[in-house]
């Protein structure tokens, strides 16, 4: 009651000022928040927009963020895409870019180029899980001499830029003659993506008890079965971060693609998205509609792995 | 059946750490043998060895005259349980138990009957359907006993199980390991740091330091013929009081342990040891129960000092008592009142005098 005649007199309110100032502190958090999200959100939201825009709509000043006559042409044109007549510079200049309906003369390699991310992407996935699960599992729980040695070695060839490295790859890629092979892409992804999964797995693996893999060995398993029926199960999440980061990381490569492919038949599709910026002329609307093609397969691995990342999956294993 | 022989046998670890020194042990078949020390003695080590867990790095480990060093732990008959439990988060309390016996390929129906069996006699039959995780500590424990039991193994050990559990589990967990061992009647190995389980569990307990064997004996001979001040010190609660001082001979005066005021009469037996060896300066240990009020016995049991401080523990106390700067704690009726700073005269009993070189800290009289 004292403080409260205090305040009458004194003139100030703490406690209000206290409720000020933690309002003001959730405002400044919220802005923050929605400035984020805006910078975040904007590009993706402009990409999906436009491709249900013609091509006159999408350079219209202002842009226009919801569509006025939403349109699929631009998806139809990539599934209809055929070997029709040669598109040359004389057949193009006649056309009206503003009214849209011209496609880049490499269209119909669009959907070979999503079919050969995606096999890249998916083979580099599975053969990581393979290298990498049994040598994080023997770093982390077997004491070998050199052990430290490796660790090191691994993570250090994960610093190296994958640009330091496109020579001796292409020297290496050409002597096997798997130039323009996706082969090319998935040994050169898996070296680069091994060592980071690694990497992942072992930080994992050794958070989990070396009590359990004695535990199993002495109920009978051999280091693999053990590998297999105690740690696997309870890896869920690292392995999904695994999947995750090896699955993008070849989606979205762009440099070695560059380097290792020259026609459809290996051609990812970073390289033939990015070659529709300079064709003949530029249709924004279609590359844009292919632009989402290509971010929807990692939203689906995305979701799909997502709710395997649970936490708390090793609690109960040992007192704690 | 298994009797577990270790010969010679060196552990070194890949960082140079020497974790095992010229072990030589015979564990009997049946037997309960514990292995104490303090942490970093290489008792776990030891117990991870005879489990194929760890690599012999020299020497030879045998099972029943068959050389096992190199026979991995899925291999050798043995179950173990450990500290923390370790049973598989991922799996119900039924698949705990019963994972030993699928990977060992038995049939269905007798893994049934058997984690059946096992989960009724450690009363964790209502819970199979649960995961670790919702078990509370002994629960656990339990389950561990369980997934080691099912097997039936020719070795069944034991690192630490009891740690973490509170005191009063502890007790009563300790008396159904007991009971355990009697109804399998298999050879148990018990790795512990805790001196009151060793006591009551063990038919032999080994004392360990820095890799190497103090001594091996039954609780009693370790507990009342320690072979050294390690072993003297390792065990008892509060631990032995040590006294330096001298041996005097005078001649038909007996034998006496001399330090300044303190001359303590040493019994014919003590005093016949004793003349086999020229050591004049000993050290003196007296356990902390080994005292009583001065009423009775004259002088030569004597032993004056200053309380320095009271504790109570409920059926006795512990005196802290000053003598000549040093602080020794002796166990004695709770009926008899002293205050600090007040002096005091003890007597000791002379019989259960240990008497140790003061250098080499090995015992003069075992």
Redesign the interface.
């Known amino acids: 009651m004292t403080d409260v005649s205090q305040t009458r007199t004194g003139g100030i309110d703490y406690r209000r000022r206290q409720r000020l100032s933690r309002i003001a502190h959730s405002l400044v958090i919220l802005a923050g928040a929605i400035v984020l999200t805006i910078y975040v959100i904007a590009p993706v939201t402009w990409l999906v927009s436009s491709s249900f825009q013609t091509e006159a709509e999408i350079v219209s000043v202002p842009p226009h963020w919801i569509p006025d006559e939403p349109t699929l042409q631009n998806f139809e044109a990539i599934f209809t895409a055929q070997e029709e007549e040669e598109i040359t510079y004389e057949t193009r200049s006649g056309q009206d870019p503003a009214a849209g309906g011209f496609i880049p003369s490499t269209a119909k390699n669009l959907l070979p180029a999503m079919w050969n991310s995606f096999i890249v992407a998916t083979l580099v996935v599975i053969l990581n899980l393979l290298v990498g699960v049994p040598a994080a599992y023997a770093l982390a729980k077997i004491r070998f001499w050199g052990r430290d040695g490796s660790v090191y070695f691994i993570l250090i060839t994960r610093v190296i830029p994958d640009i330091a490295l496109v020579v001796p790859f292409f020297l290496v890629i050409r002597k096997l003659g798997m130039l323009d092979s996706i082969f090319s892409l998935v040994l050169t992804y898996l070296a680069v993506t091994v060592p980071f999964s690694v990497f992942i797995l072992l930080q994992y693996f050794e958070g989990l008890p070396d009590e359990l893999d004695k535990a199993a060995r002495v109920d009978g398993c051999s280091r693999f079965q053990a590998l297999v029926r105690v740690f696997l199960p309870l890896s869920l999440p690292s392995l999904v971060a695994v999947v995750l980061f090896t699955f993008l990381t070849s989606w979205n490569e762009f440099l070695l693609a560059l380097m290792f492919t020259q026609t459809e038949a290996s051609q990812t599709l970073p390289i033939l998205l990015a070659a529709f910026t300079s064709d003949f002329t530029i249709s924004f609307s279609f590359i844009n509609a292919a632009g989402v093609l290509a971010i929807v397969p990692p939203v689906i691995v995305a979701v799909i792995f997502e709710r395997y990342i649970v936490s708390g999956l090793t609690a109960g294993a040992v007192k704690g | 059946m298994a009797r577990i022989r270790f010969e010679n046998v060196e552990k070194k670890?890949?960082n140079g750490f020497h974790a095992v020194k010229d072990l030589n042990l015979d564990i009997r078949d049946k037997e309960f043998l514990v292995l104490l020390g303090p942490s970093g003695c290489g008792k776990s080590t030891t117990l991870?060895m005879i489990?194929?867990?760890e690599e012999v790095s020299d020497g030879n480990l045998l099972f029943d005259d068959e050389l096992v060093n190199y026979t991995?732990?899925?291999k050798r008959d043995?179950?173990?349980v450990?500290?923390?439990?370790?049973?598989?988060?991922?799996k119900t309390v039924f698949d705990n138990i019963a994972?030993?016996l699928q990977?060992?390929k038995a049939p269905r129906a007798e893994i049934e009957t058997r984690v059946r069996d096992a989960a009724r006699k450690l009363e964790i039959e209502h819970l199979l359907d649960r995961?670790?995780?919702?078990?509370s500590?002994g629960q656990?424990q339990r389950v561990a006993l369980g997934?080691a039991m099912v097997?039936d193994p020719a070795v069944f050990?034991m690192d630490e199980p009891l740690s973490?559990l509170d005191a009063a589990l502890r007790i009563s967990m300790r008396a159904e390991i007991k009971e355990l061992h009697q109804q399998m009647q298999t050879t148990f190995v018990y790795v512990t740091h805790d001196q009151a389980e060793a006591l009551t569990l063990a038919d032999r307990i080994v004392v360990m330091r820095d890799g190497v064997v103090q001594q091996i004996g039954s609780p009693d001979d370790i507990y009342e013929r320690p072979k050294n001040t390690f072993v003297a010190s390792f065990l008892g609660s509060p631990p032995i009081n040590y006294i330096d001082g001298v041996i005097e001979d005078r001649n038909g005066d007996g034998v006496k342990f001399v330090r300044g005021d303190l001359m303590l009469t040493l019994p014919e037996e003590i005093a016949a040891k004793l003349r086999h060896s020229d050591r004049r300066e000993v050290r003196l240990g007296i356990r902390a129960e080994d005292v009583d009020e001065a009423a009775q016995g004259g002088e030569g049991t004597i032993i004056r000092g200053k309380v320095n401080s009271v504790l109570p523990v409920g059926s006795d106390q512990f005196l802290g008592f000053d003598f000549y700067g040093e602080e020794l704690f002796f166990r004695v009726s709770k009926d008899l009142s002293h205050k600090v700073g007040e002096d005091v005269a003890l007597s000791v009993d002379l019989n259960r005098l240990h008497l140790f070189d003061k250098d080499s800290g090995q015992s003069l009289l075992w």
């Open positions: 670890y890949a991870n489990a194929g867990l991995p732990p899925h043995v179950a173990m450990f500290q923390s439990y370790a049973l598989y988060p991922h994972f030993g990977m060992r995961r670790p995780s919702q078990l500590g656990r997934r097997r050990l973490n």
